[in-house]
C-alpha cells in the first residue's frame, strides 16, 4: 500500500472556457511513496528487443508495398528505442531517489491512494 506523504497543494492543470468566459480548474497535487514491488519491477525491467524486419530485398511486392514495409520498420525500431530510453531514464531517477531518500515519491493528482502492484507505472513528476 502507498503511503501519503504530504500533500503539495493545488496546482492549475489548465483553463476552460463556460459561456464565454475562461475559468481555471484546479486539482490537488499529492506526493505519493512507491511500493517497493513497484520500484523492483521498474528497476528489473530490460531493454526492448527490436522488432524483426518486415522488409526484405526479395519480397515479391510492389514498390509502393516495400516502401510501406520500410517506413512501417523505421517507425517500430524508433518506437523500440523511445521507449528503452525512456525507461532508461526512469531507471536512474528511481536509483537517484533512493540514494537521496532510501525511497521515491512520485506526484499525482488523484484523489485516493494509488494501487500498488494493479496499477500501471504512472508518468512521474520529478521534484
Do not use: C
Request: charged share 35%; aromatic share 6%.
Amino acid at each position: 500500500m502507498a503511503d501519503e506523504v504530504s500533500n503539495v497543494g493545488e496546482e492549475t492543470t489548465g483553463n476552460e472556457e463556460v459561456e464565454g468566459k475562461k475559468t481555471t480548474t484546479k486539482k490537488k497535487l499529492r506526493k505519493w511513496r512507491m511500493p517497493q514491488e513497484q520500484i523492483d519491477r521498474i528497476l528489473s525491467r530490460a531493454p526492448l528487443p527490436f522488432p524483426r524486419p518486415l522488409y526484405r530485398e526479395d519480397l515479391a511486392a510492389s514498390e509502393a508495398e516495400k516502401e510501406a514495409l520500410r517506413q512501417m520498420d523505421a517507425y517500430g525500431a524508433e518506437a523500440v528505442r523511445h521507449m528503452n530510453e525512456y525507461r532508461k531514464e526512469q531507471q536512474e531517477w528511481v536509483k537517484a531517489e533512493l540514494a537521496a531518500h532510501g525511497y521515491v515519491e512520485w506526484r499525482s493528482t488523484t484523489t485516493t491512494t494509488p494501487a500498488s502492484a494493479a496499477a500501471p507505472t504512472p508518468v512521474m513528476e520529478k521534484n
